[in-house]
């Protein structure tokens, strides 16, 4: 080391030496997320160590264990799958893997799950180099439904990061921007918009959707297929089939629904359920759909649009209680029952 600064003339005595200036006036004010940014050696993670150094993500996956498995054993299945829905894991296929084959914008969304599960209420979570490794896409998209579900869980999260895109998506609190240590209050904003553009699309579009759907990776020879889109980027896909009813012809049933993992979050789903109620709507048909997954039932049950037709089969009684359970039963999402909607109050004009 002293051969290296003498040969670039580097005074050691200040070069090893950091001095870090920070007021945080985080007590003024209730608070749920704050974002630590600059760029690299900026000093952003020192700050958030000195601030609140027993905080830090550091959990560790299991290699062999199906991503459900690898939470605390006091959370149940409804409490894990929920979260992972939560923060824009909802594909249950995902759930049974180990966390290891995941792709990295999965991986990421179940490292906050976990974290969430993992942080005492009334304690903040901090993450370095947060959204670091995905996608600049995944991370806007993952970074809304974390700033969603932090929120309501009325938790504390401090978000650590050299890249700015994330601002308008985690949507924090309060800035903090280093080296210069200027702090700021933010208040909160929509995000900005997501275009939805949808599209008639052949049955075998659905080869890009079917690892991803919760039930099948079969679809129907009857079914009709639209596809959503996202600055011309495939992101969903639907479908319905006719319903043989004996004393009507104008019931379509909802056939198969997916988001692809990169874009859930956003509320594309619910989107989507409404624009296919209302394009069967005008043709005076109406639209039912039955759903097993449980981030979907009570996406339509709380929507005005929707009317709750019941349950259809095994209740969520007898669903498994342990996420131990849920792998027992191969997370057969069956097992946790199914609720029928029908589409019924038409989108404003």
Known sequence: ?????????????????VDIDVDLPVEDRPWN??????????????????????SFMNHTWAPDLALVDNFPESSGAREITGLLSAVGLGSV???VK??????????????????????????????????STVDRQVAKVAS????????????????VTCHFDVIDWLQPDWVLEMPLGQFSWRRLQP?????????????????????????????????????AYVEGRPVA????????????????????LVVLPDWQGLGIAGRLCDWLGQHLYDQKLRLHYVVAHPAMIAMLARS???????????TLASAPTTHKGMMRRKMDPRSLGTRSFEYTAPLPS
């Open 237 to 256: 896909f639907t479908s319905y089939l006719n319903f043989p009813h004996p004393h009507t012809k104008t019931i379509r049933m909802g056939h198969r």
């Open 144 to 159: 809304h439904a974390l700033q969603k579900t932090i929120r309501k869980a009325g938790r504390q999260l401090v978000a």
């Open 33 to 54: 997320i704050g974002l630590i940014t600059g760029a690299s050696g900026a000093g952003k993670s020192l700050t958030a160590r000195e601030l609140w150094p027993d």
């Open 93 to 95: 296929p995902a759930w």
């Open 1 to 17: 080391m002293l051969q290296v600064a003498g040969m670039m003339d580097l005074p050691l005595d200040r070069k090893l030496a």
């Open 191 to 227: 995000h900005p918009p997501v275009e939805l553009d949808v599209f008639p699309v052949e049955r075998d579009e659905w080869a890009r959707y079917k690892d991803h759907h919760y039930l099948s990776a079969r679809i129907a020879n009857g079914a009709t297929c639209f596809a």
């Open 304 to 314: 005005p649009r929707w009317r709750d037709l019941g349950s259809t089969s095994r």
């Open 98 to 131: 180990p966390y290891s084959v995941l792709s990295m914008g999965e991986s990421f969304r179940a490292d906050m799950a976990r974290l969430l599960a993992e942080t005492p209420e009334g304690s903040v979570a901090v993450v370095d180099e947060f959204t």
